[in-house]
């Protein structure tokens, strides 16, 4: 399961829920923004609900009260990064200007990124170093693409 992005039925991007997530911290990450201290996410360690339960993680949720206001932040990102994860629609009035300031945030990312390989694979013949493409920044320039696309149609960027 997973998130995808698209315009009057056409999709542009996707990620994992976790992948988007990532993608999302590494975004706000650029511009100074700690998305796990902002209102509506969380930085409660995940590994509580191995050690100790959903219980325990739902009560450290509850107590995870000290949150940054998002009337903080004044960057058109904002409607990319303060958004649900899973449903809803970015309207197409605000995308020209998302596109904008992500394809901004974006442009230094690297296409590819290197992978060293483990010895065993080696052995096997594998070379030691993998180049490995930017699955993030495929998908952000998907998504530039759709974001012009809705401002350009009027149809809003859909979240599904």
Not at 72 to 88: A, F, M, Q, R
Request: glycine share 8%; aromatic share 10%.
């Amino acid at each position: 399961m997973g998130l995808g992005l698209s315009v009057a039925g056409k999709s542009y991007a996707s990620w994992a829920y976790s992948g988007f997530n990532s993608f999302r911290e590494k975004v706000a990450a650029q511009i100074g923004i700690n998305l796990p201290k902002m209102e509506g996410f969380s930085d409660v360690d995940k590994s509580i609900l191995a050690e100790q339960g959903w219980e325990a993680y739902q009560k450290a949720c509850e107590e995870d009260t000290d949150k940054i206001s998002w009337d903080t932040v004044n960057d058109p990102i904002k409607g990319l990064l303060y958004h649900s994860d899973c449903e809803g629609e970015i309207p197409a009035d605000q995308c020209a200007a998302i596109a904008d300031r992500l394809e901004e945030i974006i442009k230094n990312w690297p296409d590819y990124s290197k992978l060293k390989v483990d010895p065993f694979w080696q052995e096997r013949g594998y070379s030691p170093e993998m180049q490995l493409r930017n699955y993030d920044k495929e998908q952000a320039l998907g998504l530039i693409e759709g974001l012009r696309e809705a401002a350009k149609t009027g149809n809003p960027l859909e979240f599904h």
